[in-house]
Structure formats: structure tokens, C-alpha cells
């Protein structure tokens, strides 16, 4: 039976610019790609799919956290593919991310509500399929991601940004910079005068994960130089009163009640 090439994505999704600061290097034409899945049936399907389109270069499947760090241990990718009906899909996620902190991973099959959209944001997910997407949507994610789009529903693109409303503007004086925990521990160690090199032994993680933590720190802050990261960190923790974190906490308690 011969096959048909999917058109491409339903014209009912649309591309965000998903948190700056995260934009991956353009990467290859066919992104190297793991499928994680406890349902045999669903990788399975999915991976025969994928590799029909010719646009996705499929490294694996896995059926459970310990076979997907296996896997990425000895075939780095760029993208996970994550089952997102699996009981600890966001505690595999995390963990793989703390493997591989440059790794995108995509959240399948995800019910289109606000409270599991936020969810996979708030765990650091890079994009996110709906249950009613198609493979197209799948492939469209994948390349979408490695260039730091989101794609969302128009409806679901409206939550997002009445949730942003909700937290309020972003006060230069009272909240910090969006780096991540790891990223602040390299901007400390940086402030103390440690090359990348002596960053990777303290963190016991690679080189090249110093260089791309050092990376993504400049583009958030928005600097050319490790030292003026160091010193716009310093300098903020200087003028953001303690208080302004249960501000914060507060803000996002009322908004979990209405969102």
C-alpha cells in the first residue's frame, strides 16, 4: 500500500518564540531523536511514522527512565519525545535534563488544559503535542523546538499569556534573572574566578556543558562577558529586597486558583 506524505502541520497550531535565552543552535536537517514510552504499541507507531516522513533521524525507543539514560549514554540526541500519559513522565523529563542539560524534550499526548500545559512548562519542557495532534504536529515540534519555537493552540497561547498577566511585570529590582539553579551555580563559581575547566571538576559535569550553561547565561543576561554576569548577579542580589520571593509565591498561589 503506498504512503502518503503527511502535508504538513494542522493549520490550527501556530509558532511562539517559547523563553528566550533558550534558542538552540540550528542543528542538523533531521534531528537526532529518542522516543520514550511505557506503551510498546504507541513508540512503536510512532517511531514507524516519524522515520516515513524522512525529516526526523529516530536514535531509539526506551520504555522507562533507565533505558533512556542508557540510550543516551551511548546515542546522544537533541530531542526526547516523552509520553506525557506515563506516571513519572515529569520526574524522567528532569532527569534526563540533568543528564543532558542542553536536550530538548517534547511532551506527547498532552490534554490540552491549561494545568498540564503550565505543568510541562514549569518542569523545564521545551514543547508540548496535544492528544488530537498528528504525526506532522509530532515532526513540527521536533523542528520547532531545536529553532526555540513552541507550537500552540491559539486558545491555549491565550492561557499562557493571562498566566504571565497574572504574575505581573517582571521588576528588574525585585525578581531575578531567569537563570536556571545549575546556571547560578556556574554564574557563583565564575564570580570566584574558576575557568570552565575547573567549573566542569567542581560540578563533576563536561566541559562542553560549562561552555553551554556559560552560553545560555550571556543570552539571558543579555552581556558579552563572563565577568558582567558575574557582576549583574552580584549587583541584583544586592538590590532584591528578600520579601519580593514571597511576593512572587504569593502571586503564583492566586493564580493556580484561577488559571
Partial sequence: MATTRDPGPDTSLIALPFYPGRVADSGPISPRTLIVSD??????????????????????????????QNLLATSPCAVVLLDAGMPNALAIAQTLMLIDPGIKIVAVAVADEAADVVACAQAGLDGYVPRDGSIADVAAAI????????????????TLFKRLAILGPVDSAADAPLLTAREMEVVGLIDRGLSNKQIAQRLRIGTATVKNHVHN?????????????????????????????GRRAERERSMDRTV
Fill in 39 to 68: 506503551v510498546r504499541l504507541y513508540r512503536e507507531g510512532l517511531a514507524l511514522a516519524l522515520e516515513a516522513r524522512g525529516d526526523v533521524h529516530l536514535v531509539g525507543t526506551a520504555d522507562s527512565r533507565e533505558a533512556a
Fill in 217 to 245: 547565561i550571556l543570552e539571558k543576561l543579555q552581556v558579552n562577558r563572563r565577568a558582567e554576569a558575574a557582576a549583574q548577579l552580584r549587583a541584583h542580589a544586592r538590590a532584591a529586597p528578600p520579601a519580593s520571593f
Fill in 143 to 158: 523542528h520547532g523546538v531545536i529553532h526555540g519555537e513552541l507550537l500552540c493552540s491559539p486558545r491555549m497561547a491565550s
